[in-house]
């Protein structure tokens, strides 16, 4: 590493407030303030080329206006330097980012992106220094990404914008509302009461000039924090930070202090209400929760924080914890809900354990239950084997590679740490030292044994600060927020005026439709390179079972796994898949009850999931796939560990027993698992519904697609709906059954891990393929496409228009849909699918992009190519207007003839393609991707090949393309998931099935 700055050391007015050495992370830390503007920097110097940098504002909200969310949207569609009407869409499309993005938390906003080029790293970093510093914040601008008013064809006005959409989404999820609820009771009348992201019936109360002067009271450089990470010199940062914006803002402003959130004590109880499908409504539907604020003391030390951490892994960690297992046990028809768990990024941190599936008239019980828990665990203290469990997960977490949780490098996760403190005026490396907090932790722990007793009395028994909150799914909280904004609508409107309504929304049409550009810098498809990505699985054998491993630098963790072929089963057997992974680990083996089969593998597996390992063989690859019919191209039940070297023979010796001795004998566990699951389904469905409305909709497509419906589409979730019902004596029988003529069909063992650790698990698989009689897989059962179509089929109410604009259309709760849809495109490995990756990605992000988000207000719109089913799927994400938005994709589509791609967008494109080859891969990552290449089909060499291809293609090629989308044919079904006031009755007219879901 080359030689840093040294503490006081002044270098452009930047001084050097201290340099730290932060070892965990191979890096120096080196925190400046610059003397005059006041901007801190926190640089976190070391030898890792993927740079991140990123601007951090304090901006705690005033209200619900939703002003700092606004503003996190607007700043990034023009600014002085950058007047293009969208200059962060611009980059999304040109620069070779492995991470670009923005977000608003409850008291901040941030801006960071990251790149393994440094040319492009400079390039995004001066568009967004320019756009946060000096926005242009244009009234169209304000109409598109805040709110506006538009009419139907019968002068019906409606509030459209897409931050207003995004929130209509966001108040259409219990779970979202349920959250937001429980820091209603914890924090009163305090900043972290009030939606930073904005409630839709406050938006509209937002004007430009509330929001310009919200900028400048916080947008300013005495209240920025830039976070830098990084081998880019610090000098070179410092230089740019100086030249870009320093030098040439206006004014300095003032720093912003986080108030205190504790004015008032939590409302001990508390009782909300969230949004629902009728049928999952009232008091017996209810979420419990029971929460606790730990107050401004958690700052005091680092290690409180790593304490908290460790307590929840100790209490919910695995079904075994003493929490988590008390409160199954005393509810076995509620569920764990998504609620649970520490938040520690606010001012203050806090706890807390929910449950839903519950009566409300329960909560005093739950309550008790989750006393007298704590009660034992203050007198008798957590088991050795817990204890043992939990530092063995934080010894795996220290030393385990990882990229964000949330997608982009590692050096994310860091930021979000260093703001923890940093945004409150703490040192920005207070919560980064994560091994060093560990190892305190130990030694506390070593040094008292009273230790964890006293953080159980510490955190809940002697704290006051807590609340029991009871929120109540129900029909009518959509209803009753749907009427006032009907009602909100109706008054802006008659206040505006019909004409200058309309006249504002043209002046933001006619800025959208400008061919207004900016010079945003780029880097040259000509200094783009092929890179060999160097991943090398391997097949070997173990007495006649195929092994599949995959030496990768994992610093002592193992990843395996040993996987049964499932495609040997009948059809319907598959409806039954996802029960079978949910309990086949998790209900006991031999003679030991699910409680103590948990808690022995939790001792030595950091973790232990059963998922269906699956794959699409593209035509590239058929031949490969004929040669290797037992191998390649299957589906497989995968029974998937990690854990430490020297827990080997421990943790093959639990899989044995676990898959020699499983049980499903236990009906009260059972059930309980399966109201968990179909409570996680429900959560996820509006969230996520863009991605239920892609499964239904390719359905149809491919055998691979019709099993991914019925695993993970809502054909599961009628499954689980239907299997609720079912009596356990038929479910055990069928579980039994299938399981039994799985493992009795072949096998294969997965391995990723440094050459020690292959060696250990090779070794030590001789040993379980004579305990388990283990041999090679068997010929899967013929089963075509129609079979597994056919159990897809939803019940629903058929339209009786002959030309529909959607197949199917699927109600969910809220005002905000998702619409699908899909053409044929080239196959992958040949030239003309990296042309249409080509024109694909530009018409997203161009005349899609301004059609469906800007102008009709959707969150998202994404064109896919999948060469591996010759298709390029179309979806839209929190759209107000899903069945207009079907219309502009078939006439984007059929409008293609004469498209003619620029030199300009081509470069762009393949610049923004490029980069998603680039980004780099966790060991772990390159073994799946290397174990997946053999199963399924691929080679560093193939996708060489593709990147080579991709950087020669041509305006003559794209030309072409758009001839071939012009005329290409509609694959799979045209599917629309959304609220049912979206499905007026002249759309309901033109519609095939209308499937109402109850969720």
């Known amino acids: 590493m080359k030689k840093t700055m040294k503490k006081n050391d002044v270098y452009k007015g930047f001084k050097v407030l201290d340099v730290i050495d932060v070892k965990e992370f191979d890096s120096i830390g080196i925190y400046l303030r610059h003397e005059k503007s006041g901007m801190e920097v926190f640089h976190m110097l070391n030898n890792d080329s993927e740079n991140l940098f990123a601007f951090a504002f304090r901006t705690p909200s005033q209200d619900s206006t939703g002003a700092a969310h606004v503003l996190e949207h607007s700043v990034l569609c023009g600014s002085k330097n950058y007047p293009a009407k969208d200059p962060f869409l611009q980059l999304t499309k040109q620069s070779i980012n492995t991470y670009l993005n923005a977000f608003t938390a409850s008291d901040r906003t941030v801006f960071p992106s990251s790149s393994l080029i440094k040319a492009d790293y400079f390039n995004i970093m001066s568009v967004y220094a320019d756009a946060v510093f000096f926005p242009l914040l244009r009234p169209e601008v304000f109409s598109q990404e805040c709110w506006r008013l538009e009419t139907d064809e019968k002068n019906n006005p409606s509030i459209q914008g897409v931050v207003f959409n995004e929130m209509k989404?966001?108040?259409?999820?219990?779970?979202?509302?349920?959250?937001?609820?429980?820091?209603?009771?914890?924090?009163?009348?305090?900043?972290?009461?009030?939606?930073?992201?904005?409630?839709?019936?406050?938006?509209?109360?937002?004007?430009?000039?509330?929001?310009?002067?919200?900028?400048?009271?916080?947008?300013?450089?005495?209240?920025?924090?830039?976070?830098?990470?990084?081998?880019?010199?610090?000098?070179?940062?410092?230089?740019?930070?100086?030249?870009?914006?320093?030098?040439?803002?206006?004014?300095?402003?003032?720093?912003?202090?986080?108030?205190?959130?504790?004015?008032?004590?939590?409302?001990?109880?508390?009782?909300?209400?969230?949004?629902?499908?009728?049928?999952?409504?009232?008091?017996?539907?209810?979420?419990?929760?029971?929460?606790?604020?730990?107050?401004?003391?958690?700052?005091?030390?680092?290690?409180?924080?790593?304490?908290?951490?460790?307590?929840?892994?100790?209490?919910?960690?695995?079904?075994?914890?003493?929490?988590?297992?008390?409160?199954?046990?005393?509810?076995?028809?509620?569920?764990?809900?998504?609620?649970?768990?520490?938040?520690?990024?606010?001012?203050?941190?806090?706890?807390?354990?929910?449950?839903?599936?519950?009566?409300?008239?329960?909560?005093?019980?739950?309550?008790?239950?989750v006393y007298e828990v704590f009660e034992k665990l203050g007198k008798d203290g957590f088991s050795e084997d817990d204890v043992e469990r939990a530092l063995m997960?934080?010894?795996?977490?220290?030393?385990?590679?990882?990229?964000?949780?949330?997608?982009?490098?590692?050096?994310?996760?860091?930021?979000?740490?260093?703001?923890?403190?940093?945004?409150?005026?703490?040192?920005?490396?207070?919560?980064?030292?994560?091994?060093?907090?560990?190892?305190?932790?130990?030694?506390?722990?070593?040094?008292?044994?009273?230790?964890?007793?006293?953080?159980?009395?510490?955190?809940?028994?002697?704290?006051?600060?807590?609340?029991?909150?009871?929120?109540?799914?129900?029909?009518?909280?959509?209803?009753?927020?749907?009427?006032?904004?009907?009602?909100?609508?109706?008054?802006?409107?008659?206040?505006?005026?019909?004409?200058?309504?309309?006249?504002?929304?043209?002046?933001?049409?006619?800025?959208?439709?400008?061919?207004?550009?900016?010079?945003?810098?780029?880097?040259?498809?000509?200094?783009?390179?092929?890179?060999?990505?160097?991943?090398?699985?391997?097949?070997?054998?173990?007495?006649?079972?195929?092994?599949?491993?995959?030496?990768?630098?994992?610093?002592?963790?193992?990843?395996?796994?040993?996987?049964?072929?499932?495609?040997?089963?009948?059809?319907?057997?598959?409806?039954?898949?996802?029960?079978?992974?949910?309990?086949?680990?998790?209900?006991?083996?031999?003679?030991?009850?699910?409680?103590?089969?948990?808690?022995?593998?939790?001792?030595?597996?950091?973790?232990?999931?059963?998922?269906?390992?699956?794959?699409?063989?593209?035509?590239?690859?058929?031949?490969?796939?004929?040669?290797?019919?037992?191998?390649?191209?299957?589906?497989?039940?995968?029974?998937?560990?990690?854990?430490?070297?020297?827990?080997?023979?421990?943790v093959f010796k639990i899989l044995e027993d676990c898959i020699s001795g499983v049980t499903f004998s236990d009906s009260k566990r059972l059930k309980s698992i399966i109201s968990s699951v179909c409570a996680g389904i429900n959560s996820t469905i509006v969230p996520h519904a863009h991605s239920y409305a892609v499964m239904r909709a390719m359905r149809g497509v491919s055998r691979l697609s019709a099993i991914s419906e019925m695993l993970d589409g809502l054909t599961c979730k009628k499954t689980f709906d239907r299997i609720k019902k079912m009596k356990c004596p038929e479910l055990q029988k069928k579980l039994d059954s299938m399981f039994t003529t799985i493992k009795t069909s072949g096998a294969l063992i997965t391995v990723c891990a440094d050459k020690k650790g292959v060696g250990l698990v090779k070794k030590r698989t001789a040993k379980m393929v004579d305990n388990l009689g283990l041999v090679y897989p068997k010929p899967k059962r013929n089963t075509s496409l129609a079979e597994f179509l056919k159990l897809t089929e939803l019940e629903g109410v058929s339209g009786r228009a002959k030309k529909t604009v959607a197949d199917e259309v699927i109600l969910i709760p809220g005002d905000i849909g998702f619409a699908c849809s899909a053409v044929e495109s080239s196959a992958y490995g040949t030239k003309e699918y990296v042309e249409d990756m080509v024109v694909a990605h530009t018409l997203e992000k161009t005349e899609l992009w301004t059609k469906i988000r800007m102008s009709g207000g959707a969150y998202g719109v994404f064109l896919n190519v999948n060469g591996d089913l010759n298709l390029t799927r179309y979806c839209t994400y929190r759209d107000p207007k899903p069945f207009e938005s079907l219309g502009v994709f078939d006439d984007t589509i059929e409008n293609l003839e004469d498209r003619e791609l620029t030199q300009e967008e081509i470069e762009h494109a393949i610049c923004g393609i490029y980069a998603d080859d680039i980004e780099p891969m966790t060991p772990a990552g390159r073994g799946i991707c290397g174990i997946m290449r053999i199963l399924y089909g691929g080679s560093s060499a193939a996708c060489s090949k593709r990147v080579s291809m991709l950087l020669k293609v041509g305006k003559n090629g794209t030309k072409k393309s758009c001839k071939r989308y012009s005329k290409a044919k509609k694959v799979g079904k045209t599917v629309v998931l959304c609220g049912k006031s979206l499905l007026t009755p002249e759309i309901r007219e033109k519609c095939g099935k209308i499937i109402k879901l109850n969720i």
């Not at 310009?212 to 830098?228: E, G, I, M, Q």
């Not at 017996?284 to 401004?296: E, H, P, Q, R, Y």
């Not at 203050?348 to 739950?366: A, L, V, W």
């Not at 005026?425 to 044994?449: C, S, V």
Request: with cysteine.
């Open 393 to 650: 997960d934080f010894e795996i977490r220290s030393l385990e590679v990882q990229r964000s949780p949330s997608g982009g490098p590692f050096s994310l996760s860091i930021l979000r740490a260093v703001l923890r403190g940093w945004t409150y005026g703490m040192e920005p490396w207070k919560f980064i030292f994560i091994k060093r907090e560990t190892e305190e932790l130990k030694k506390n722990l070593a040094a008292d044994k009273d230790y964890l007793k006293k953080l159980v009395k510490k955190y809940f028994l002697d704290n006051e600060y807590n609340c029991l909150s009871v929120i109540i799914p129900t029909s009518e909280y959509t209803e009753k927020r749907t009427k006032k904004e009907i009602a909100i609508t109706r008054k802006l409107f008659r206040e505006t005026g019909k004409e200058k309504a309309a006249d504002s929304l043209k002046r933001m049409y006619d800025f959208q439709n400008s061919n207004e550009v900016a010079d945003i810098p780029s880097v040259k498809v000509k200094d783009l390179e092929v890179i060999d990505d160097g991943i090398k699985a391997r097949v070997s054998s173990v007495k006649g079972v195929p092994f599949l491993y995959s030496e990768e630098p994992c610093n002592g963790i193992i990843y395996a796994s040993i996987a049964f072929p499932v495609d040997v089963l009948k059809a319907e057997d598959y409806l039954y898949l996802p029960l079978l992974e949910e309990t086949l680990t998790d209900m006991g083996w031999g003679s030991l009850s699910w409680e103590k089969a948990a808690a022995a593998a939790d001792k030595v597996i950091g973790s232990m999931s059963v998922g269906t390992r699956r794959g699409q063989v593209s035509d590239a690859n058929k031949k490969y796939m004929e040669e290797n019919p037992l191998i390649v191209g299957r589906e497989w039940l995968s029974i998937k560990v990690k854990f430490l070297e020297d827990k080997t023979d421990e």
């Open 169 to 369: 989404g966001n108040y259409s999820s219990f779970t979202s509302v349920a959250s937001d609820a429980i820091l209603n009771a914890l924090y009163p009348d305090s900043v972290y009461n009030l939606d930073s992201g904005g409630d839709p019936l406050v938006i509209p109360s937002l004007t430009l000039e509330k929001l310009r002067a919200f900028h400048k009271k916080y947008y300013c450089t005495s209240n920025c924090l830039v976070f830098l990470y990084g081998n880019i010199p610090t000098e070179k940062q410092l230089d740019f930070l100086n030249e870009k914006i320093i030098s040439k803002v206006s004014g300095f402003g003032k720093k912003t202090v986080i108030k205190d959130p504790a004015v008032k004590p939590p409302k001990k109880n508390y009782k909300a209400y969230a949004p629902a499908d009728n049928d999952k409504t009232g008091k017996d539907n209810s979420t419990v929760a029971l929460s606790w604020n730990f107050g401004k003391n958690i700052h005091d030390s680092s290690v409180n924080l790593c304490e908290i951490a460790m307590l929840y892994d100790l209490l919910q960690g695995s079904d075994s914890a003493p929490m988590r297992s008390a409160l199954l046990k005393k509810f076995p028809n509620g569920a764990v809900s998504p609620l649970s768990g520490p938040s520690l990024t606010s001012y203050h941190s806090s706890f807390t354990i929910g449950f839903s599936e519950m009566k409300e008239s329960q909560k005093n019980e739950f309550k008790k239950t």
